[in-house]
């Protein structure tokens, strides 16, 4: 693979603005000034229980902020919750666990959105990969999302190149930012049911690739639906940027991935973060501060949820 110098993209992502609407770093620094050294090991200890947590965690704060915002709306029990691209959602009981204790060191200070984004950073840099420094200040919903609003709001995963820039620009972020985002595919896992069709339809995959695949996911739908394949097939628990250079060989395991890299307008930013960590990690961290950054409840909006998983009564 032929890698270009990345400084140019290196300078830019120091450059790009990250506004932060009301939010700080420092927003607990006198409230609670242990909540972040709690989430910490909260996460660390969930991640040396199971590595795959980490990517759980992170993929809850996404389902979180692209629906209704970054309000913890995707922990309340209900609608949101048992909407279908939520199913599969985990990691929920890591969260209250973190909660409780939060809430034993500092009593309704620290709130529940604020919690999911400060584990999604920690559970990256658990597995290996960036840190950032995460804009706080978030406020919780008083209720949740309803499944239609869950559909509508999260790209599915048959999505063209063209429909994800859209759903993306529709949250304020860039074809940049949707590169770098799903990158987060480094880690974790998915189900058959998600990648079957490109197994079998898609032309833009590497045959020994699908073949591998296609063992423990057969074409009859209904069958071996559940059954989980890594995400990034090389370092499947390592967040680094191999799900860019697995994406230039046509290994990427779900339609939406390759089609970031299938002869279209964001080619050369996904070939830069294959030839570059650096590169990845420094956009990724840009975007991550963006998208936890969509409509959050702030000043006296919402409130300081004592549970997680339901409004306070
Ligand atoms: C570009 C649009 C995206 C699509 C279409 C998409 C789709 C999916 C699908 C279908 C799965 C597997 C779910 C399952 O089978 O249970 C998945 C898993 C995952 N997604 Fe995405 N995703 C996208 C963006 C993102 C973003 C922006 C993040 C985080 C920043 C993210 C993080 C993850 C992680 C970490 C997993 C693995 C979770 C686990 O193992 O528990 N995804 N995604």
Request: hydrophobic fraction near 60%; aromatic fraction near 0%; proline fraction near 0%.
């Given at each position: 693979m032929a890698c270009a110098s990345s400084l140019g993209l290196l300078m830019l992502a120091a450059?790009?603005?990250?506004?932060t609407a009301q939010l700080s770093a420092t927003f607990y620094d006198t409230s609670c000034p242990s909540a972040m050294s709690i989430i910490k090991s909260g996460v660390t200890a969930a991640v040396n229980n199971e590595r795959?947590?980490?990517?759980s965690l992170l993929r809850l704060h996404f389902h979180d902020c692209f629906v209704q915002g970054?309000?913890?709306?995707?922990?309340?029990?209900g609608n949101e919750r048992n909407a279908g691209p939520n199913l599969s959602l985990r990691g929920f009981g890591v969260i209250d666990s973190i909660k409780t204790q939060v809430e034993a060191?500092?009593?309704q200070t620290v709130s529940c959105?604020?919690?999911?984004?400060?584990?999604?950073?920690?559970s990256v840099v658990a597995l290996g990969g960036p840190s950032w420094s995460v804009p706080l200040g978030r406020r919780d919903s008083l209720g949740a999302a309803t499944a239609t609003q869950v559909i509508n709001s999260l790209p599915p995963s048959t999505d063209s190149l063209a429909q994800l820039i859209s759903a993306y620009a529709s949250k304020g972020l860039s074809a940049t930012d949707l590169v770098a985002l799903s990158g987060a595919h480094t880690i974790g896992v998915a189900r058959c049911r998600g990648f079957r069709t490109r197994l079998y339809n898609d032309t833009n995959i590497n045959s020994a690739f699908a073949t591998a695949l296609q063992a423990n996911c057969p074409r009859a739908t209904g069958s071996g639906d559940g059954n989980l394949a890594p995400l990034d097939t090389t370092t499947p628990s390592a967040f680094d940027n191999a799900y860019f250079t697995n994406l230039l060989s046509q290994k990427g395991l779900l339609h939406s991935d390759q089609e970031l890299f299938n002869g279209g307008s964001t080619d050369s930013t996904g070939r830069s973060f294959a030839c570059s960590a650096a590169a990845f990690g420094s956009a990724f961290a840009t975007a991550m501060v963006k998208m936890g950054n969509i409509a959050p409840l702030t000043g006296t909006q919402g409130q300081i949820r004592l549970s997680c998983s339901a409004a306070n009564s």
């Open positions: 450059v790009v603005s990250t506004a795959r947590m980490g990517a970054c309000d913890a709306s995707v922990l309340l029990a060191a500092c009593k959105a604020d919690i999911l984004a400060v584990a999604a950073r920690d």
